[in-house]
């Protein structure tokens, strides 16, 4: 699977956009990091397993973003969880 945090592909050319897909990290306090140390890693490897679900050949657009904050009801604990972003696509050239 290849992946760029931009809208091209080296070497490749993008045949067409298969659609946004997302992957999230667990959800953690919102003052801090998710509590895994490798917790990137275990998004991204989510974030390929959805674009080889639908048959893509690349990630394009690739970025982490925040997904809001939630209050646990009762508690005053705030939630957030990482957001891995990115347009699954197919490549004239798959490499």
């Known amino acids: 699977m290849r992946i760029s945090s931009t809208d091209v592909i080296e070497g490749s050319h993008v045949l067409y956009t298969i659609g ?54 009762g508690t005053g604990i705030q939630l957030k969880r990482i957001l891995d972003t990115g347009i699954a696509v197919k490549l004239s050239c798959a490499a």
């Open 20 to 73: 946004k897909i997302r992957a999230a990290s667990t959800w953690h306090a919102a003052n801090g990091a998710p509590p895994q140390d490798n917790w990137r890693e275990l998004v991204l490897r989510e974030l390929i397993r959805r674009a080889e679900d639908i048959d893509a050949d690349a990630i394009i657009g690739f970025d982490y973003e925040t997904d809001g904050i939630v209050s646990v009801e």
